[in-house]
């Protein structure tokens, strides 16, 4: 079986982006991500309320890679190291070798190519250091916008899974994309 371990915590870096550890001086940004309807529209989670509750998620972060359960990298422009974005790898299955990406964008940073550019950086993370076999993406069908990223990255539409999951009074149906460490 796979062994995962996030220790010490891994920095990646791309041409325009360095993707670091996200920190309780983010609070302000992961406030804005997760208390955002529009940046919340696809995500089935409840709104953050508080800047307490974006620093129990921040907590929760931590707690994935201490236990390396999971990983999530606060994204960040180089020459600026303000958190503008979150991509990690959740629901990591060792003895599947597959893991969730996942990843969500400030909206005065979309289409930019910067989600593309850490998807594509997260995936190469995924299978090189990792040893993943696969990853999975679980979109709403309706997010065009990640449909496009992930297939610029070489996922692949696997399923389309009818009111699978309940969230906010409602059934909703997913799409799981896929890729496969070739």
């Known amino acids: 079986m796979l062994t995962i371990n996030f220790s010490p915590f891994p920095n990646l870096e ?14 302000k940004e992961i406030f804005a ?3 955002n309807p529009e940046t919340m529209k696809y995500i089935p989670r409840p709104l953050v309320k508080t800047n307490e509750d974006a620093l129990e998620h921040i907590a929760m972060i931590d707690s994935k890679i201490d236990s390396n359960e999971g990983i999530n990298w606060a994204i960040t422009l180089k020459d600026n190291p303000k958190l503008i974005g979150v991509i990690g790898h959740y ?3 060792p003895e599947n070798y597959r893991a969730e990406i996942g990843y969500m964008l400030l909206p005065e940073f979309h289409r930019k190519g910067i989600i593309s550019e850490a998807v594509k950086e997260a995936v190469n993370y995924g299978f090189t250091v990792m040893k993943l076999h696969s990853l999975e993406a679980v979109i709403d069908p309706d997010n065009h916008a990640s449909a496009k990223v992930l297939e610029k990255n070489g996922f692949v539409k696997e399923a ?3 009111e699978n999951k309940f969230f906010d009074g409602q059934f909703l149906d997913t799409v799981i994309y896929s890729i496969l460490n070739r």
């Open 14 to 27: 791309t041409e325009r982006l360095l993707l670091r550890r996200v920190d309780s001086n983010d609070v």
């Open 33 to 35: 991500l997760r208390s």
């Open 91 to 93: 629901m990591i299955k």
């Open 160 to 162: 389309h899974l009818k």
